[in-house]
């Protein structure tokens, strides 16, 4: 059976991260650039390969400008010098509607595994005879471990950002012809 390749529908689509800021209360932002590309032998997902995700980091948008220029800086991603975060999947088990997904994660030069929770929500023919599949992931990284070092404390002692940050994305992939 010939492989088929999926590309991500960015439209229908959104990479989000969540981060505790006070320790009181949790940030959220997302990336407006990625790309993400699978191969399968069927729709079902269950041979999924070459899984590959890719985001800009001068996409980065928090609702503030001043925390979105200040996460692209060298204290944070150094998108001069790292322009994108990378994932390529080390492998994909789904049965059903639950998975996994096992990968490495690259940002700001530093690759690590990471394991991410993965909801399959089935395939679809759009209204305009395209073929779909929808995916909703989760899993959390320590963003010390990639290099993303700053941090600061209050007068009070509580750290500003946390280490630990929640990734949840809502994928919706295109098979392509």
Do not use: C
Request: aromatic share 10%.
């Amino acid at each position: 059976m010939a492989n088929t390749t999926w590309k991500i529908d960015s439209s229908h689509s959104e990479i989000l991260f969540k981060v505790k800021h006070l320790m009181i209360t949790t940030v959220t932002g997302h990336f407006k650039t990625f790309d993400a590309v699978a191969e399968t032998t069927g729709d079902d997902f269950s041979d999924a390969k070459n899984i590959k995700f890719t985001a800009d980091v001068d996409s980065i948008e928090t609702n503030n400008e001043q925390r979105n220029g200040h996460l692209k800086s060298a204290e944070f991603f150094n998108g001069q010098e790292f322009p994108q975060i990378k994932f390529a999947a080390t492998e994909f088990k789904i049965q059903g509607e639950e998975g996994k997904l096992n990968g490495e994660l690259t940002m700001r030069g530093v690759t690590k595994p990471i394991t991410l929770k993965v909801e399959f929500g089935g395939t679809v023919t759009d209204p305009y005879g395209q073929t779909k599949a929808g995916f909703t992931l989760e899993g959390k990284v320590n963003r010390k471990e990639f290099g993303l070092t700053w941090n600061a404390v209050t007068e009070a002692g509580s750290v500003v950002v946390s280490e630990e940050v929640k990734i949840h994305a809502e994928i919706q992939l295109i098979k392509q012809a």
